[in-house]
Every structure is written in C-alpha cells, then in structure tokens.
DNA sequence: CTGTTAGCGCCTTCAA
DNA sequence: TTGAAGGCGCTAACAG
C-alpha cells in the first residue's frame, strides 16, 4: 500500500514553512553545505514523515539528466544456467551504488539488440552493460553510448570499449597445475577443444594448459576435441575409450562436458578419481552434483558482474581497456593422487 | 554512438515548420484523429530523421506518470539456475508490450524487498511484479502497490493479489498418468516428500499422484523422503536400495532429485528404463543431461512469466485471483513399457 | 540562511 | 488544422 498519490515537495516545504528549495537541500543532503538551520531541517523531515513524502524520481532526472540507472543488454544471460550470475553481481554492486538494473534480452537479434539500446538511451540510462552469455570476441554493435559502456564477458575486436573478462588462460594453468601438483606425469588428455570461431574461452584455456605442461616438462596426452554439450562429450570419450584408450587424467572444458566424461567412463567401469582423475571448468552447481563432486576451475561471473558496474560508474577507475578477474579453483574430490609412477 | 546530445521536440518542430504541439501529435500517433496535414507529418518526419531526434522519455513520464516500465522483485530468481526462465517469459512479453523490466533482487532479505519497491514506485514503473524461486505460499509483504502487483510463483496467504502458479497438482496427475499408461501397476514408489513448510510444489505433486493412482485402483508402493538436491536424493536412495528394495518405477519430484536416484540405480547396477523407469518433474535442462534422458513435467516457467505481465498491463484480463498454467509432459528415455504383470 | 525565478522536455487543454 | 500557454515535480543560479 504505498499511497505514493500527490504528495510533492512543494507540499512538504508548505507543511514545513519553508521553500521548496530550502527542503530541496535538505532532503538532497546539503543542509550542512547551505548552512540550513537545525529548526528548518527538523520541521522538513517532520513533514516529511507525516505526509509520507516520496520525491518522483523521475521529475528529478528530467533535471539532473541522471537516473541512477544502469542498462543491461544481454543475449541470453537473463535465462542462461549460470551465466545469469553475471547479472547477479552486477545487481547487487549497483545496489551497492544505490543504482537500479534494466535488463533487455535481444536472443540474439541484431535489430532486437539495436532497439534496446536505444530504448535505454531514451531512458537516460547512466550507463550500459553489454553482456553475452559465452566469452566472445566480438565486433561490438556500433551503436552502444561509447563513453558510457562497459563489455562484461565479452571483448571488443577493435579493442575500443572497456571489458572484463575471465582471465581463461591462467585458469588453464591452474587446471594443470592441479593435476601435474597430485602427480599426473602422463596420460592426460583434454577433452572439448573448441570448434567455435568466436569463442575463446577454449582456446585459452587449452593454451594455458599446454604453457603450464611444457614449463614441467610433462608431455600432454592429447585433445579429444567435441561440442561443449553433455551429450557430445559422452559420445565422443565413450567411443575414444572404446578403442581402447585408458587415460590418467582428464582435463573438461567445462563442467557439462565433465558431466558427459563421468558417464562415459562409468559405461566402460573406469573410476573417478581411482582409474581417471577429472578436473573441468565453469565452477558451476553442475559441478557439485557430479558424483565425486569434479574439481572445477570457476569462473568468477559475480565478481565479474561487480567490477563491471564498478568500471562503469567509476570511469577514472578504468585501468586500462580490458580486466581479467582471476579463476579460482573449487577443490571436488574428482582428483586422485597417482602413485609416483603409473605402472598400468 | 547514439549522438543523443540535446535535440528536443522543439528543434524538430522548429526544422519542419510547425509548432512542438503539431510534432508531438505526430510522433505520437494521433495525426490522423487530430487530422494533420500529410505534409506537415512528412516534413517532420524527416526533420526527425535529419536531427536524429530520439524522445526523453524521462520528460515524458513526468508529464503522463507512466513509464512502461515494469519492476520485478525476485528472492534469488535472477541468478537461480531455471527460475531465471521466469524472467525471461516476463521480459520477452513484456517487449511485446513495448515495456522494460528493471529488476531488483532481495536475496531473501525483508529490509531490502521494502527498499526496492519503495525504489520502485518512486521511478514510478507501471506495476510489480513479485517473484519467488520455488513455488510458495506467503504472506506477502504490506507494501507492495495492490492495485499494481502480480504474485509469480507464489501466491499470498490472504489470496488478494492476483497470482500466476504451475498447476501442480495435475502436472502430479500427468506423471502418475504417464507411468501407469506404460503398464506400471505395482513397484512404484515417490522420491522427495517435502519438508519445508510454504513450498506446495512437493505436498501438491504429491497430491495429484495419489489422486490419479487411486483412480487407477493402483496402490503407490509409498514415499521416500529426503531434500531436494542431488547428493540428498542419492544418499537416501541409496540406503534404501541396500535394505533391499527394487522398485519398478521412481516419480521423482524434481529433476536434481532424479540426478541423485540415477546415481543411486547405477550404483546398485539398476538400469533406466531397463529395471526401474524414472519420471521426474521440472523439465530443466538438466533432464536432458541425464543418460537416458529423463522424462519430465516442465515448469512451465517461460510461459508464466509471460501471462504475468498480460496480467499485470491488463487489468481487465485479471480471470480471478490465481491462475494456474499447465505442466507439459517432456518425454525423455527413462521409461519402460512394463511386461504386463512384473514377475520378479 | 532562505526564497524567487527559471527551466529540464514533453503533453494537452483551449483558442484561433 | 495548428499554435500559445501552462504545468508535471524537482533542482539550481542568483539574489537578498
């Protein structure tokens, strides 16, 4: 019930006998700076309590040309699994900034996409988030407010706009790193190599996989390559594992594939972690129903989504045009230690 | 590069050679019920194009008091893992509808669910809309605008304000439907009984099986209990199966359930659909990760997020108080057609 | 310290 | 068929 009818300020500074732009300051904080008196301040907020003043926001950006309101344009974040923790960070940062989310989901529509942002730029967004749901590379809509923009998952080919991303590459080496620190010399094999063109999570990660297998020395088994689906990956490891392969380790590109990978091995009986050790990436809830829970390089979508909405508000924050928030590791129990050296 | 500087409907007015009176009515669609010259509408039009006039909506709103603007209040909805669905159901027909959402997630919190529809209402968004991750039954905050709110997936103690549901209980109907249509008659058993107190989602499946079973004149071999996630599902099937059980088919009431009771058949060397056929409920993408597939009846989340909104910007359309959206069935591979009588 | 005055950009009676 | 004028509610110079 929040009768939020007529009342305005002029209302309230009546009530409290003073002007409007007397309870203005007041009620923006500036009473100290304008040297309001102590009496005049206590009746305005008296006033206020009484009458149940709520000021109309929207009279107040038609001012100050601001609306404490930031855009967010996505493909399919909004629905994605886990990618709509992206928007969760974002949220709650700009609830932290006093700042309102408006989302717009354009399901890959080019002119869906190019009507959003114009809506929002009517709307007098303070900024806008342009968000996809896969680490892409990408030649950015033409169209977005150029200062005003940030690109959260997503990078800009032209290298213009400022983004944040995960930073895939030393995720890769932590996956290998993992793996070599619990004794895998041989045998590992990377499972989903990444047809994609746009993508580039895959690639990163798999080069940072390869650096940190050659920095020890260890040669890596090989890369089953296949689509990022739990369904491809089964099918692809189970025929693999068919003709006779028998893996030490297995390194998933992300955790669906994981979930593909278990049930292949468990058709052919191999298990995790006593005959195969599984790490895999995303860090997602997926992961953690996985039986045993797969270790899982995460990627850091919250945090992601807060320092983007930091850069955006904060624009001499901008380090530099492109962030990479680190991957941590969420430690499963997919990881055997191999004895010293396997004998199979 | 939305140029968006400082063309007003004036300068419009002033380039076409008519008055801001004349360029409003035309832009807003009443030049024929004003009868404006075509002339006159043609020359703004292109003195639009030129300037690249875009309207304020900012100044619009002020003066109409409407903004086409919606708010959605979610628990965790946006960042959860299918609800988010709802959203996606609600933006898309709220687009439809030349509307925005701007969201606001409370993450369960009293204090920050009334701030944000104070928020709300202050930037004046033509109705709420109030969601909640798992169907429940609450008392609903005070505050909410009454004659602006639609409850999705949940619904208010007092039954005031109008809310949009799945319809459990015959989605319960459907999965027992579906398993006695296979030719199960004995051996079937429910997983997932519900603790929590406000979810109905569990007690109204639950209903609608038994409903159907005895109408079949078919005895349910009973009920196991246990939380909804994946790892509680499988230690309390697995326990169960180890005391000897061998079912002939599992309704499990929903999908990260039917997760945890095929790792509990695997591990036990039970085949789907082979010695126990599986339905579950959801309908998530999760369902077709399972191997084989698990039949299920969908959350028909996109579908309520939708009428939500038709609801909440149709006033008129309002059937009652609550309205209930069907589950569909999504066939899966988990479920075997039963030799007519099991002889085990 | 506080009030007066002017708009922000748009819509909408009321006259012409 | 079109224009002039007023005001939505709020903020910000600029006086006093």
């Not at 047809?195 to 390869?210: D, H, K």
């Not at 739990?230 to 392969?245: N, P, Q």
Request: proline share 5%; hydrophobic share 45%; glycine share 10%.
């Amino acid at each position: 019930m929040v009768g939020a009818r007529k009342v305005t300020l002029a209302d309230v500074a009546a009530r409290a006998g003073v002007s409007a732009t007397t309870a203005s300051y007041i009620l923006n904080g500036r009473s100290a700076e304008m040297r309001i008196s102590t009496d005049a301040e206590r009746r305005v907020r008296e006033a206020v309590a009484d009458l149940g003043y709520r000021p109309n926001r929207n009279a107040r950006s038609l001012r100050t040309a601001t609306t404490k309101t930031i855009g967010v344009i996505t493909d399919f974040v909004a629905s994605g699994m886990f990618s709509s923790r992206l928007i969760a960070g974002a949220n709650a940062a700009a609830r932290a900034r006093d700042h309102l989310l408006v989302i717009g989901e354009t399901e890959g529509d080019p002119e869906v996409e190019r009507l959003l942002v114009e809506e929002m730029v009517d709307r007098q967004v303070d900024g806008i988030l342009y968000v996809t749901r896969t680490t892409v590379r990408i030649p950015v809509p033409t169209h977005l407010p150029v200062g005003r923009t940030v690109l959260l998952n997503c990078s800009d080919v032209d290298g213009e706009l400022p983004s944040v991303l995960p930073d895939e590459e030393e995720g890769g080496r932590t996956a290998a790193r993992t793996l070599l620190a619990a004794g895998l010399r041989e045998g590992v094999y990377v499972v989903g190599e990444d047809p994609t063109p746009q993508a580039v999570a895959g690639i990163q990660r798999l080069a940072g996989i390869r650096e940190e297998f050659t920095a020890s020395g260890v040669a890596l088994g090989g890369v089953l390559s296949c689509d990022w689906s739990v369904e491809d990956a089964y099918e692809a490891v189970h025929a693999w594992l068919g003709r006779g392969h028998r893996p030490r380790g297995l390194v998933c590109l992300n955790d669906r594939i994981a979930m593909g990978v278990y049930q292949a091995l468990s058709a052919h009986g191999l298990a995790v972690p006593g005959d195969v050790s599984v790490i895999s990436f995303d860090g997602s809830e997926l992961a953690t129903w996985l039986r045993p829970r797969v270790t899982s390089v995460e990627l850091p979508f919250v945090e992601m989504g807060g320092l983007a909405v930091e850069l955006l508000l904060d624009p001499a924050r901008t380090p530099g045009t492109q962030s990479l928030v680190a991957m941590p590791l969420v430690p499963g129990a997919s990881i055997g230690r191999a004895a010293a050296v396997s004998r199979a």
